[in-house]
T-cell receptor
């Protein structure tokens, strides 16, 4: 069964460093997402991406964050200068399209980011 | 601010019983509704979706939707210890791209 894949599964970085989290969405999906979950808290929306551009972003997604789809398969989240509060599990997700079953959102296994 | 509300639990049920999980949402324009299961330290796993009023059954799971009351529930029949997890309700926000998640209900199935 097709799945969303994410790498790395764990990332440890020093405060102020840049990190890039990588994702390969399901191949025929058109809508891509990044969510994050701080330990013990809810799954929070960061950004959605459709038709090669950001379609929506949350207040969390400030200038330190960026997303890119550099080729036909990869979808990346970059955090330019990490802060302690960026420590969280980051999930990539994708869905096929609009309406009914096409809106099923599938998640990758996540990248646990630890900022020291 | 569009909200999705769930009781955080824990909800404890004995093995073999029916577990009933509830979710309310504020966005009247929402059309589809999703239930995810999340084991500790893992990613959300889609287990049910529903977009018509009424019941939808899939194996031991039944999703129930009442749009008039803005209420969606998940029933798990013949609960097993392996069902012990946090169950997340997710609702695509109308007019936007994002899905709003509830805080989740922690279910414990006691052997």
């Amino acid at each position: 069964e097709p799945e969303v894949t994410q790498t790395p599964s764990h990332q440890v970085t020093q405060m102020g460093q840049e990190v890039i989290l990588r994702c390969v969405p399901i191949s025929n999906h058109l809508y891509f997402y990044w969510y994050r979950q701080i330990l013990g808290q809810k799954v929070e929306f960061l950004v959605s991406f459709y038709n090669n551009e950001i379609s929506e972003k949350s207040e969390i997604f400030d200038d330190q964050f960026s997303v890119e789809r550099p080729d036909g398969s990869n979808f990346t989240l970059k955090i330019r200068s990490t802060k302690l509060e960026d420590s969280a599990m980051y999930f990539c997700a994708s869905r096929e399209g609009q309406g009914g079953a096409n809106e099923k959102l599938f998640f990758g296994s996540g990248t646990q980011l630890s900022v020291l | 601010q569009k909200e999705v509300e769930q009781n955080s639990g824990p909800l404890s049920v004995p093995e073999g019983a029916i577990a009933s999980l509830n979710c309310t949402y504020s966005d009247r324009g929402s059309q589809s509704f999703f239930w995810y299961r999340q084991y500790s330290g893992k990613s959300p796993e889609l287990i049910m979706f529903i977009y018509s009023n009424g019941d939808k059954e899939d194996g031991r799971f039944t999703a129930q939707l009442n749009k008039a009351s803005q209420y969606v529930s998940l029933l798990i029949r013949d609960s097993q210890p392996s069902d012990s997890a946090t169950y997340l309700c997710a609702v695509p926000s109308s007019g936007t791209y994002k899905y709003i998640f509830g805080t989740g209900t922690r279910l414990k199935v006691l052997a």
